[in-house]
T-cell receptor
C-alpha cells in the first residue's frame, strides 16, 4: 500500500547541531508539506513544494530549509538547531500539482533540542 | 489572511451519545475547502471529513457529519453514536482554492484543536 513515512520518529539533539528529518511518500504525489505542532498553536506550515526543484517558505520558515530532488522525498533540515525548535514535525502530501487537494499526513517526528 | 477558531479547548461525551465540535473561520475567499482532522494519542493526523465551499449539501462520513454555514463562516462537526475510539484531538482546517501553482499557496490553516474525551 502507498504511504508516507517519516524518520526518525524520535530525535534528541544539541543546540547548534545540524539535523535532517526525512519524509518519503510512495503515492507519487506532487505536493509535499512540512508542519510543526506546538501546544497552543495547532499545526503551522514551515515549507512546501509543488514538485521537483520547487520549494516555498511557509509561515514559520526561519531556521529551516528543504530541497526536492525527486518526487518521493522532501527532507527538512535545521541548519543550527535551537531550543525553540523542539516540537513535533509532520510531513504531508497531496496529489494534484499546485491545486487544492486533501493532504495526507505522516506519523510525525518528535524532536527535542537540548 | 485566513484564520480558523475552535472555541472549545476540551469536551467530553458519554459513549453512544452525540457531540458537536465548533469551528469558525475568517476569509475573504469565495471558493475554498474545509476539513476536520482527528489526532488520536498515537499522534497520527487522520482525515475525518472534507467540505467544498461551493457545495450546499453538508458532507457526511458514516457517523461523522458537518453543519456548514457559509454565510456565518461556521463549520461544525457532529459525531453520532460516540465510541471510545473517537477520543482524540480534533482539528478544523481551511484551504483556499488554488489553481495556479506559480505563486499561490495550497496549504492548510489549522485551528488550535478541541480535545474530545469519550467516557464509558
Amino acid at each position: 500500500d502507498a504511504e508516507i513515512t517519516q524518520s526518525p520518529r524520535h530525535k534528541i539533539t544539541e543546540t547548534g547541531r545540524q539535523v535532517t528529518l526525512a519524509c518519503h511518500q510512495t503515492w507519487n504525489h506532487n505536493n509535499m508539506f512540512w508542519y510543526r505542532q506546538d501546544l497552543g498553536h495547532g499545526l503551522r506550515l514551515i515549507h512546501y513544494s509543488y514538485g521537483v526543484q520547487d520549494t516555498n517558505k511557509g509561515e514559520v520558515s526561519d531556521g529551516y530549509s528543504v530541497s526536492r530532488s525527486n518526487t518521493e522525498d522532501l527532507p527538512l533540515t535545521l541548519e543550527s538547531a535551537a531550543s525553540s525548535q523542539t516540537s513535533v514535525y509532520f510531513c504531508a502530501s497531496s496529489a494534484v500539482r499546485g491545486r487544492t487537494d486533501t493532504q495526507y499526513f505522516g506519523p510525525g517526528t518528535r524532536l527535542t533540542v537540548l | 489572511a485566513q484564520t480558523v477558531t475552535q472555541s472549545q479547548p476540551e469536551m467530553s461525551v458519554q459513549e453512544a451519545e452525540t457531540v458537536t465540535l465548533s469551528c469558525t473561520y475568517d476569509t475573504s475567499e469565495s471558493n475554498y475547502y474545509l476539513f476536520w482532522y482527528k489526532q488520536p494519542p498515537s499522534r497520527q493526523m487522520i482525515l475525518v471529513i472534507r467540505q467544498e465551499a461551493y457545495k450546499q449539501q453538508n458532507a457526511t462520513e458514516n457517523r461523522f457529519s458537518v453543519n456548514f454555514q457559509k454565510a456565518a463562516k461556521s463549520f461544525s462537526l457532529k459525531i453520532s453514536d460516540s465510541q471510545l475510539g473517537d477520543t482524540a484531538m480534533y482539528f478544523c482546517a481551511f484551504m483556499k482554492h488554488v489553481v495556479n501553482y506559480g505563486g499561490s499557496q495550497g496549504n492548510l490553516i489549522f485551528g488550535k484543536g478541541t480535545k474530545l474525551s469519550v467516557k464509558p
